[in-house]
C-alpha cells in the first residue's frame, strides 16, 4: 500500500489517502486523462522529431495496459538523447527534469492504470462524467463562478432544486403548507387536535 499513498507525486498523495482510509475495499484506477501531459512533455523532450508520433506510441501502449514496456521505452529514449537525471537547480522546463518526472509518475502509478481489465469490467477510466456532473449542479444551483461560503443553506438549497425537478408535487405541497402562502388554507389549524379546548 505504499504505492498508493505515494501514487501522485504532483498533489494527488490526499486521494490515495481518501481511498485507502474510506473506499479501500474499491480498487482504485488512475484517471486516464491524467498522463497525456506527462507524455506529451517527455516525448517533446526525447524526440528531435518524430514526437507526435512517439507520444501516439507511448499513449497507445498506456491505454493497452503496457506500462512497463512504455517505461522502458520512455527511459531508452532518454538515454539515446542523453538526458540523464537532472541537477537539483533544473528548472521545470529542463527536459531532464520533464522526462524524470514523468518516468516517476508512471512508476508511482502503474498499480492504478489496468485500463483493458478495468474497461472490460465496464468500470469508467476517467472521471469525466463526475466533473462535468458537478459542473452542471453548479450552473444549475448557484451559477457559475459563484460559491457558498459558509455553505450553511446548501443543503436546504439543494432539497428546494431537487423537488422543483422532481416529477412529483413535493414543491407545491411544500409551498402550499408555508404559513402566508396565498394557497394555504387559513382555517386549518395550527394546534394539534387533543390541545383544543372542548
Request: proline fraction near 7%; charged fraction near 25%.
Amino acid at each position: 500500500m505504499e504505492r498508493v499513498a505515494r501514487a501522485a507525486a504532483r498533489g494527488l498523495a490526499y486521494k490515495w489517502a481518501i481511498h485507502k482510509k474510506w473506499f479501500a475495499d474499491f480498487g482504485p484506477i488512475l484517471d486516464f486523462v491524467h498522463a497525456p501531459s506527462y507524455l506529451y512533455a517527455a516525448a517533446t523532450s526525447a524526440a528531435a522529431a518524430g514526437r507526435w508520433a512517439l507520444y501516439v506510441r507511448w499513449m497507445t501502449a498506456r491505454w493497452q495496459g503496457r506500462a512497463d514496456e512504455l517505461r522502458a521505452s520512455l527511459r531508452a529514449r532518454a538515454d539515446e538523447r542523453g538526458l540523464g537525471p537532472p541537477d537539483a537547480e533544473a528548472p521545470e522546463t529542463d527536459p531532464r527534469a520533464m522526462v524524470a518526472r514523468t518516468i516517476t509518475y508512471l512508476t508511482n502509478t502503474v498499480g492504478h492504470m489496468d485500463y483493458p481489465h478495468d474497461r472490460r469490467r465496464g468500470l469508467p477510466v476517467t472521471s469525466a462524467a463526475v466533473e462535468s456532473l458537478i459542473k452542471e449542479v453548479n450552473d444549475r444551483v448557484k451559477g457559475a463562478e459563484k460559491f457558498w461560503n459558509p455553505p450553511a443553506g446548501a443543503a436546504a438549497i439543494l432539497q428546494v432544486w431537487a423537488a422543483m425537478l422532481g416529477d412529483d408535487d413535493r414543491l407545491d405541497e411544500y409551498l402550499g403548507s408555508r404559513p402566508g402562502s396565498p394557497g394555504r388554507d387559513p382555517r386549518r389549524s395550527e394546534a394539534p387536535e387533543d390541545s383544543v379546548a372542548a
